[in-house]
């Protein structure tokens, strides 16, 4: 069974600051690959996706995403914080085949002025 | 966009009441819905998986009797948590794949279950 790994429940960066938020997938077949963004009470929105395509994905407000399969690794970086980037960040795999998504814990990431 | 739709957005029911929560998929069809639970400061969990036209799809440990499935219609899901208890109480998201579409999921905004 596929999983996923979020290192860190909790990431603290100053404004402006670079975000890393970290992922690792366990998958005997290269997956689908997802960043979800929630804020409070709310539902799930996608920053970015991975479909074996190109390895770096650039996704919404200002978002990237680096698949690399030797680390099997699929980290969240942003080059400068913004305080509405404070949320919780999902990572999510998918099989190739099915709809079916496995979560991660999530990363609640705090933005300090 | 894609849009799904939950209602209610919150509810607050008696303990023992029956509660239903609607997901709809507003602009595309959807021959399969997922339902999760979440619960305060944790990830979603998936609870069962609605088919259109056939019977849901239960994870190890859900009971399917307490939570009822029904997916009716291409762009309508609902789920019925049955004699509902305070340890019921979450946070509830339903999530739809475009029929035909295998990477790409839209989740609805979630439906706060309060159980006094």
Redesign the interface.
């Known amino acids: 069974a596929q999983s996923v790994t979020q290192l860190g429940s909790h990431v603290s960066v100053s404004e402006g600051a670079l975000v890393l938020l970290r992922c690792n997938y366990s998958s005997s077949v290269p997956p689908?690959l997802f960043w979800?963004v929630q804020y409070p009470?709310?539902?799930?929105?996608?920053l970015l996706?991975y479909?074996s395509a190109a390895t770096l994905v650039k996704g919404i407000n200002g978002f990237e995403a680096e698949f690399k399969k030797s680390e099997t690794s699929f980290h969240l970086t942003k080059p400068s914080a913004h305080m509405s980037d404070a949320a919780e960040y999902?990572c999510a795999v998918?099989e190739t085949?099915?709809?079916?998504?496995?979560?991660?814990?999530?990363t609640?990431l705090t933005v300090n002025p | 966009g894609a849009v799904?739709s939950?209602h209610p957005s919150w509810v607050i029911c008696k303990s023992g009441t029956s509660v239903k929560i609607e997901c709809r998929s507003l602009d595309f069809q959807a021959t399969?819905m997922?339902w999760y639970r979440q619960f305060p400061?944790?990830?979603?969990m998936?609870m069962a998986?609605s088919n259109e036209g056939s019977k849901a799809t239960y994870e190890q440990g859900v009971e399917k009797d307490k939570f009822l499935i029904n997916h009716a219609s291409l762009t309508l899901s609902t789920l019925t948590v049955t004699s509902a208890h305070p340890e019921d109480s979450s946070?509830y998201?339903c999530?739809a794949?475009p029929a035909g579409v295998?990477?790409?999921?839209f989740?609805?905004?979630?439906t706060?279950l309060t159980v006094l």
């Open positions: 689908y979800y009470n709310q539902g799930l929105q996608l996706k479909t999902f998918k085949s099915g709809s079916r998504l496995t979560f991660g814990e999530g609640q | 799904v939950q399969t997922f400061k944790q990830s979603l998936l998986t946070f998201i999530s794949p295998y990477n790409e999921q989740f609805g905004p979630g706060r």
